[in-house]
T-cell receptor, first 113, second 112 residues
Framework: SAVISQKPSRDICQRGTSLTIQCQVDSQVTMMFWYRQQPGQSLTLIATANQGSEATYESGFVIDKFPISRPNLTFSTLTVSNMSPEDSSIYLC??????????FGPGTRLTVL | GENVEQHPSTLSVQEGDSAVIKCTYSDSASNYFPWYKQELGKGPQLIIDIRSNVGEKKDQRIAVTVNKTAKHFSLHITETQPEDSAVYFCAASSSGNEKLTFGTGTRLTIIP
């Protein structure tokens, strides 16, 4: 399995501000993803973080709101821009090394006031 | 796109008894079905997975089955223990497309 860390683990932010979440994997992986998990809900895929190119976003998510970077094979960032209380959620990154096995980070718990 | 349904949403089981969680999927191209356990305040943990060309897979007290024709797959936990209490998610994806579609989750409570 891959060991995935995220920073920060939690944050409380004011509306209108932006937060960048970092995801670091302990070894090279083929794919990285970002998910959102609203309180008591399931996981929803935000986008695929592509190494060296623009992320691929799922329906309902746009680059202006959730810009993503992946400068190398082990690191990615997700920015939540111009936050509102509706953005309060857990943000999770995941990585795939071989075949389909996908491993998740511990999550970043975001509260927007 | 893929749609995954999961039942039940909550499940309470006496310690030592078995628990079964069932999922159905809609996309016939899906062929990889992982199961995740999520404890409070943590990220989902992959506990077992199965591909549709394998009917059943076991790992100690956990077993998964898949019926490709009926498009459903199940998680079986035997001899349940208090530490099995968590939220369990099923998911589906297809070869060459690692994007996972998750079920809605089952909150499993083991009663001591």
């Amino acid at each position: 399995s891959a060991v995935i860390s995220q920073k920060p683990s939690r944050d409380i932010c004011q509306r209108g501000t932006s937060l960048t979440i970092q995801c670091q994997v302990d070894s090279q992986v083929t794919m990285m993803f970002w998910y959102r998990q609203q309180p008591g809900q399931s996981l929803t895929l935000i986008a695929t973080a592509n190494q060296g190119s623009e992320a691929t976003y799922e329906s309902g998510f746009v680059i202006d709101k959730f810009p993503i970077s992946r400068p190398n094979l082990t690191f990615s960032t997700l920015t939540v821009s111009n936050m509102s209380p509706e953005d309060s959620s857990i943000y999770l990154c995941s990585a795939v090394r071989n075949s389909n096995e996908q491993f998740f980070g511990p999550g970043t718990r975001l509260t927007v006031l | 796109g893929e749609n995954v349904e999961q039942h039940p949403s909550t499940l309470s089981v006496q310690e030592g008894d078995s628990a079964v969680i069932k999922c159905t999927y809609s996309d016939s191209a899906s062929n990889y079905f992982p199961w995740y356990k999520q404890e409070l305040g943590k990220g989902p943990q992959l506990i077992i997975d199965i591909r549709s060309n394998v009917g059943e897979k076991k790992d100690q007290r956990i077993a998964v089955t898949v019926n490709k024709t009926a498009k459903h797959f199940s998680l079986h936990i035997t001899e349940t223990q208090p530490e099995d209490s968590a939220v369990y998610f099923c998911a589906a994806s297809s070869s060459g497309n690692e994007k996972l579609t998750f079920g809605t989750g089952t909150r499993l409570t083991i009663i001591p």
